[in-house]
């Protein structure tokens, strides 16, 4: 017994009329990890191997 025929996937009929007329979607950006992106809370000083004298 042959398999069942797949029917019309809409949303892939969507996606596809919308890239011909927006155009293909930006790639993604990697997520940066927090530590990297977040400033320190406070500056470190000019002096630092003295700061704790």
């Not at 892939?12 to 530590?35: F, H, N, W």
């Not at 977040?38 to 500056?43: Q, R, Y």
Request: zero cysteines; proline letters at 13%; hydrophobic letters at 25%.
């Amino acid at each position: 017994m042959p398999g069942k025929k797949k029917g019309i996937d809409s949303g892939s009929l969507v996606r596809e009329i919308a890239r011909e007329r927006i155009g293909a979607p930006p790639p993604s950006r990697p997520i940066v990890p927090k530590t990297a992106r977040k400033k320190p809370k406070h500056k470190k000083t000019i002096d630092s191997d003295n700061a704790g004298i």
